[in-house]
């Protein structure tokens, strides 16, 4: 029951804070994180809500940079 299904990883640095994968994300887990500036000089997207991930993938997809990598996580079958 806890835990959501699957995790990103977003590399900060790479992002450049367009936006987009928070916008795409079903399940409103990723957000930008104006805290932090990255050595490019963008807010970088940060995992806000990480129990709510479904493995989707549309984050990644979306990055136009592939500054995002999900990890989905594996569950024992017959459930
Ligand atoms: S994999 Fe899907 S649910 Fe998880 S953060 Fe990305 S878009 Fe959101
Ligand atoms: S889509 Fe990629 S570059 Fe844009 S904010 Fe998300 S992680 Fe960063």
Not at 53 to 74: K, W, Y
Request: aromatic residues 6%; glycine residues 10%; negative net charge.
């Amino acid at each position: 029951m806890a835990g959501g299904k699957g995790i990103p990883y977003i590399a900060s640095e790479t992002c450049k804070g367009c936006g987009l994968c928070v916008f795409v994300c079903p399940e409103s887990v990723l957000c930008i994180d104006d805290t932090v500036v990255n050595s490019r000089g963008y807010h970088p997207a940060a995992v806000a809500d990480p129990e709510r991930c479904i493995a989707c993938i549309s984050c990644a997809l979306m990055c136009p940079d592939t500054a995002i990598t999900v990890e989905r996580f594996s569950r024992s079958k017959g459930g």
